[in-house]
């Protein structure tokens, strides 16, 4: 996982608590190593600094913490500084997505930092097919629509960015479970020829080892996921020590996007999860369910 931000944000995290527990505010930290405290906070939020190592060994004066947690801070930053210079060598250190910079909203960035390193998400769509299983010609008529005037060069920038990402599903050790309302196979981006290449690939690629697509079909009536609307869980795997990475739960609309983190928040998610995966139908019968629909657009 070399270049991961994650082990950066669950360090800043647990930098976060020592000064909470200290007392002591972004503008005491930053005083105390000569720097601002949005420095600090970048710090404290997993984003890269120049904060060095004498530096930190002043913070940790400052938050007053005892041996043990001490030689344990500094032997996690060397970690951290180690992998971003691993990243860097390989020329990774800023992600690869960087490249698509302008291909994509500024909220977007943090996404795409996430989904490079989660290693389990969960994604309830009521109107698109999520990006990591779309297919060119689907995502092709998405970009023409809601941008008309991107140049043919932007298109084909936005669809390598696409197949970029969808390299996470080469990795097995990476799971994606995607639930499907029935809307999103009767909505038709790109018409029939699309709908029927979208639909065959949902079905095929939902018989991988790390793919599970199901479907809600309108039968179902109401359920929890028309209240949730859509949404994606990014869960990630366990790091050394008792440092942990939070899951998140990413939310998007046409002018931003959120991204939440509180326990309780995560909990109702994750109990959504549970009552919308009740009611759908099982990755078989929804490749059946999906497998008809496209036949129905063929005709």
Known sequence: MVGSTIPRRAFGRFLRGLREQAGATLLT????IETSKQT????????ATKVSTPQLKEL???????PQVRAEALELWEEVRQQAKAAKAQGIAKGWWQAYADQYAP???HYLRLEEVTNHLTTHQ????????????YRRAIIKETHPSMSAVNVERRLELAARRQERLRDNDFRLDVMLSEAVLRHQPGGPPAMIEQLRHLATIGESDNVS??????SVGMYRGLATLSFSL???????RHLAEPPVVYTEGSEGALYLEQRDTITRFKDAISEIQRVALSEKDSREFISKIAKEYAT
């Open 40 to 47: 600090v906070m970048r710090l404290e939020d997993g984003l």
């Open 29 to 32: 930290a930053g005083l105390q």
């Open 213 to 218: 697509i199901r479907v809600i079909p309108h």
């Open 126 to 137: 009521l109107v698109l097919v999520h990006g990591l299983v779309q297919t060119p010609k």
């Open 234 to 240: 990014l869960e990630f795997p366990d790091l050394a």
């Open 107 to 109: 909220h977007f960035n």
């Open 60 to 66: 940790l004066d400052l938050y007053k913490v005892g």
